[in-house]
Nanobody
Framework: QEQLEESGGGLVQPGGSLRLSCAVS????????IGWFRQRPGKEREGVAC????????LYRDSVKGRFAISRDRAKNTVFLEMNSLESEDTGVYYC????????????????WGQGTEVTVSS
């Protein structure tokens, strides 16, 4: 059974850093694109970053470029989201998702979803 499990969320002060992990089981990420999405309070879920595993191509939302970095550990079948210089606007529930079709930041491309991990940026 295909499963994605996020971890690494928590409370952090503005300017701080967090690393989120997305552990995948039930399938190999080698042929997928893995994306990170977030749902901020009162907002629709939005795409944050995506990595196309076959060629390592990455995509980022404009507001996180230069601050967030997506990467993967093939041996652990895990994808990471390194988040630096966090701002209060980054607060939300972060989800990882897998797409067998193509990489992107659009929800409809993604087939499998995790349950989410909460990130709170506050002093």
């Amino acid at each position: 059974q295909e499963q994605l499990e996020e971890s690494g969320g928590g409370l952090v002060q503005p300017g701080g850093s967090l690393r989120l992990s997305c552990a995948v089981s039930g399938f190999s990420v080698d042929y997928y694109a893995i994306g990170w999405f977030r749902q901020r309070p009162g907002k629709e879920r939005e795409g944050v970053a995506c990595i196309n595993i076959p060629d390592s191509r990455t995509l980022y939302r404009d507001s996180v470029k230069g601050r967030f970095a997506i990467s993967r550990d093939r041996a652990k079948n895990t994808v990471f989201l390194e988040m630096n210089s966090l701002e209060s606007e980054d607060t939300g529930v972060y989800y990882c998702a897998a797409s067998y079709r193509r990489p992107g930041l659009v929800e409809g491309l993604f087939d499998y979803w995790g349950q989410g991990t909460e990130v709170t940026v506050s002093s």
